[in-house]
């Protein structure tokens, strides 16, 4: 007998092909599953042409904890550091390339831009990250999904954007890509470029069915750099970076709290095991802090 399953996402054309990617590695483990795409408009969706603290996730959890859906799958960079009350995050998909991509009108690299090329971004973190590297550039709001970012560079608004090398490419986009931006400058967002799926934390059935979906390197990896964000007390708002990686049986996290000019940064790494990924996180977390983070959050903070 064919089981039916809801698939809560967002509506956005990236979103859709991530939710395919879950629909898909979950029809593969459990061809007699029936995988449903249930697209959910949020309110954040609703709101991009203004800064807002709208959070993406909110109305699909929502949707979930309610029963409307059985599955919801986000963008892992979009979780807040702690899950929803009611999900569990019962999988995480294999890792894209968490890098971020500098897209031009024309070809080039950050480095090569005349002073007072316009670039577009709207994260706090890529903007101080952007006037770290180069203080000479103008920097641009810039909202709404991919194509839309996409348009606004192509038709000459602003010369160029920072997006996400993963959400490029799983739109079929990455001949937008001018250049990837080194890791070594530019620590992406937790969770960046990684698949999370969560559940309903009372439906323990299903739960053990999307567990077969988990990567346990990419877990390890995201709840590491959720764990510092958790640990320092941060969000979408706040200037941060972090990246984890897992090699050799061990793993490596590295993260960095920024003024918003980013003309200050206080950055930390730290070594362990994969199974003690959350404390990795909170230890960094604390360290960061002490070193000076907690000047930093509280100018962030209007302080």
């Known amino acids: 007998m064919t089981e039916t399953i809801r698939l809560g996402t967002r509506g956005s054309a990236l979103a859709r092909v991530q939710a395919e990617l879950v629909r898909a590695a979950l029809g593969r483990r459990r061809p007699k599953i029936d995988v449903r795409v249930v697209p959910i408009v949020t309110q954040g969706d609703r709101v991009q042409d203004r800064a807002t603290d709208l959070d993406f996730t909110d109305a699909i959890d929502r949707a979930l904890v309610a029963g409307e859906v059985d599955l919801a799958v986000h963008s892992a960079k979009d979780l807040p550091a702690v899950a929803s009350r009611g999900v569990r995050l ?31 971004s709207s994260s706090p973190r890529r903007r101080a990250q952007l006037r770290r590297a180069r203080p000479d550039l103008e920097l641009v709001e810039l909202r709404g999904n991919v194509d839309t970012r996409l348009a606004r560079v192509q038709s000459g608004e602003i010369e160029g954007a920072v997006l996400a090398v993963a959400g490029l490419r799983r739109l079929g986009r990455a001949d937008a890509v001018t250049e990837v931006l080194s890791v070594a400058r530019f620590l992406p967002a937790p969770g960046q470029g990684a698949i999370a799926v969560a559940v309903r934390a009372s439906d323990r059935a299903l739960g053990r069915k999307v567990a077969e979906l988990d990567d346990p390197r990419t877990r390890a990896a995201v709840t590491a750099e959720r764990s510092f964000v958790e640990g320092v007390g941060g969000d979408c708002d706040t200037p941060l970076g972090a990246v984890a990686t897992v090699r050799a049986g061990r793993l490596w996290l590295r993260a960095e709290l920024l003024s918003a000019n980013g003309q200050r940064t206080v950055a930390g790494a730290r070594r362990g095991a994969p199974n003690s990924a959350r404390a990795i996180g909170l230890g960094l977390a604390t360290g960061v802090l002490r070193a000076g983070g907690r000047t930093l959050l509280h100018e962030a903070r209007g302080g």
């Open 90 to 120: 019962a999988a995480f998909l294999p890792r894209a390339d968490p890098r971020d991509a500098l897209v031009l009108r024309t070809r080039g690299t950050l480095a090569s831009l005349p002073p007072g090329t316009r670039l577009g």
